[in-house]
C-alpha cells in the first residue's frame, strides 16, 4: 500500500518589486520550508538601473536579488511607473497570472495602489485567503480621523490574518480592528548573512576605508547612512555634533540627497578631519560603513520612518544606534541605555543630550562591551527564521490549512 505525499501548499506573493530585504527572505522560504512559493513583481526598480530622485543618482542593487526562489515580472503599463502615487502600478494581467498559479493564499505587500486593489476584490470574489504584511504605525500623528478610520476597518476586514513587523506595526492593526488572533509577529529582518561580524571581507574593507579617511585607531566614528533629506535630520545631527565637539571624534555622513550642499557649507566651522562626507554605497558595500562606525545615528522625525531596516544592519554587526521616538522600530529594537540611545525628534537639545550619553558610554570599556553584548542579543530575535514563523503562524490559521513546518537546512 502506498501513500502519496500532500500537494504543496501554493503561496501567491504580490509585491511591487523586489527589494534587498525581502528577496533574500524569499531565497530562505524557499530553501527552508514546503510551500510553493511565486513571487509576482508589479515593476523592476531595483534591478534595472533607474533614477532615485532623493538619492540623486541612477540606482541599481548590487546584490542577488532574483536568484533561489521562483518570481515573475507582471508588466506594468503604468504612464509613470512607481510607487509614489495609486496609478503607479498598473499591470492588467496579474489577475490572469495569479488564476493560473491557483494560489491556496496571498500574501500582500500595500494596498495602495490600483493593482494591489484588484487582486483584493479578486481573491475575495474567489475565496482565496489573503495575508497582508505592512509596517504602517501611528507615531507622532495621533489616531486619523473617523473617516479614514472606517475605510481602513474595512480594509483590514478582507484579510484573514495580518503580518506585524514590530510593536507599533501591531498597535496600528489593533486600532484600526484587526482582532489579536488574527495578528502573527513577524518581525522585521534583514540578510543576516550579507551582514555577518565574523566576516573577513568586510573588515578589512572596514580597515582600508579607516586608513583612506585618515582617521586614527583609537579615533571613535558617528555615521549617518541614508538619503540626505529634512526628515530624516541629517542637519539636526550634524548641529549636535558640533556643539559638543567631541575629543578625537569623526562623523561620517554616506549617501547622498537635496541637503547635501548645506551639509558640506554647515560643516565648514568643523575642526580639520571630523567631518566626512561619503558617496552613495549600495548594498555590498554597506558592512563596511557600519564596521567603520562606533555608533550608527537614525535621527529622523518624519511620519514615513515606519521602520528603519539600516538599524537591523548595524545592529548585525554588533554597533549600537541612536535613534529618534519617530522611528518606527525604536520601542522593539533600540531601548534607552540598555540596547543604544533614544532622543525625542522634535527637540533638538535632546539629541545633543543623548549623543552627548551615547558617546559617554562608548568611551567607557566596560559600559561598551555590555551594551554592544546587549545589541547582539537584541537583533538575535530579528531574523528570517522568526519572520517565517510568523508566516507560517498565519498560514495554518487559516480555515482547512494544515500546519507548515520548517524544512531542510533549517
Known amino acids: 500500500m502506498t501513500s502519496s505525499r500532500p500537494a504543496r501548499q501554493r503561496l501567491a506573493i504580490v509585491l511591487s518589486h523586489p527589494t534587498q530585504y525581502y528577496s533574500p527572505w524569499f531565497r530562505w522560504l524557499t530553501g527552508h520550508t514546503d510551500l510553493e512559493l511565486r513571487v509576482f513583481y508589479l515593476w523592476d526598480f531595483g534591478v534595472t538601473a533607474q533614477a532615485d530622485p532623493q538619492f540623486r543618482t541612477t540606482l541599481k542593487w548590487d546584490v542577488d536579488l532574483l536568484g533561489g526562489y521562483t518570481r515573475e515580472f507582471v508588466p506594468n503599463t503604468a ?12 499591470n492588467p494581467t496579474l489577475i490572469p497570472r495569479l ?3 491557483r494560489p491556496d493564499a496571498i500574501l500582500l505587500f500595500g494596498y495602495a495602489y490600483r ?8 481573491a475575495r470574489l474567489r475565496r482565496v485567503p489573503l495575508l497582508f504584511r505592512g509596517d504602517s ?3 507622532g500623528r495621533g489616531i486619523p480621523p473617523l473617516w479614514t478610520r472606517l475605510a481602513l476597518r474595512l480594509l483590514y476586514s478582507q484579510f484573514a490574518a495580518c503580518l506585524p513587523v514590530g510593536a507599533a506595526n501591531r498597535d496600528y492593526f489593533l486600532t484600526l480592528g484587526v482582532t489579536p488572533a488574527r495578528l502573527h509577529f513577524a518581525p522585521h529582518s534583514v540578510n543576516a548573512a550579507l551582514f555577518d561580524p565574523g566576516a573577513p571581507a568586510p573588515r578589512a574593507a572596514a580597515v582600508l576605508l579607516r586608513a583612506q579617511l585618515g582617521l586614527g585607531p583609537a579615533t571613535r566614528v558617528i555615521l549617518f547612512a541614508g538619503k540626505f533629506v529634512p526628515a530624516k535630520q541629517p542637519r539636526e545631527l550634524l548641529a549636535a555634533f558640533l556643539a559638543l565637539r567631541p575629543a ?10 537635496e541637503e547635501k550642499a548645506a551639509l558640506r557649507t554647515l560643516a565648514h566651522p568643523a575642526p580639520p578631519g571630523s567631518v566626512y562626507f561619503l558617496p552613495f554605497a549600495n548594498q555590498s558595500e554597506m558592512p563596511a560603513r557600519y564596521l567603520l562606525a562606533d555608533l550608527f545615528v537614525l535621527p529622523s522625525r518624519g511620519f514615513y520612518e515606519t521602520w528603519g531596516l539600516a538599524i537591523n544592519e548595524a545592529m548585525h554587526l554588533g554597533v549600537p544606534c541612536l535613534v529618534s521616538d519617530r522611528v518606527g522600530c525604536q520601542r522593539d ?3 534607552d541605555g540598555e540596547t543604544g540611545w533614544v532622543f525625542s525628534a522634535e527637540d533638538p537639545a535632546a539629541l545633543v543630550a543623548a549623543l ?4 559617554a558610554t562608548l568611551a567607557d570599556p566596560v559600559a561598551r562591551d555590555r551594551i554592544c553584548s546587549a545589541v547582539t542579543d537584541r537583533i538575535g530575535g530579528y531574523t528570517y527564521a522568526a ?3 510568523g508566516l507560517l503562524s498565519a498560514l495554518a490559521s487559516l480555515p482547512g490549512h494544515r500546519p507548515i513546518g520548517l524544512s531542510r537546512n533549517t
Request: aromatic residues 10%.
Open 79 to 90: 504612464v509613470r511607473p512607481g510607487t509614489d502615487h495609486f496609478d503607479g502600478l498598473r
Open 99 to 101: 488564476a493560473a498559479f
Open 115 to 122: 493593482s494591489h486593489l484588484q487582486v483584493i476584490l479578486w
Open 137 to 139: 504605525h501611528f507615531i
Open 248 to 257: 578625537d571624534t569623526a562623523l561620517v555622513f554616506v549617501g547622498d540627497g
Open 333 to 335: 529594537l533600540v531601548t
Open 356 to 359: 552627548a550619553r551615547a558617546l
Open 387 to 389: 519572520a517565517t514563523a
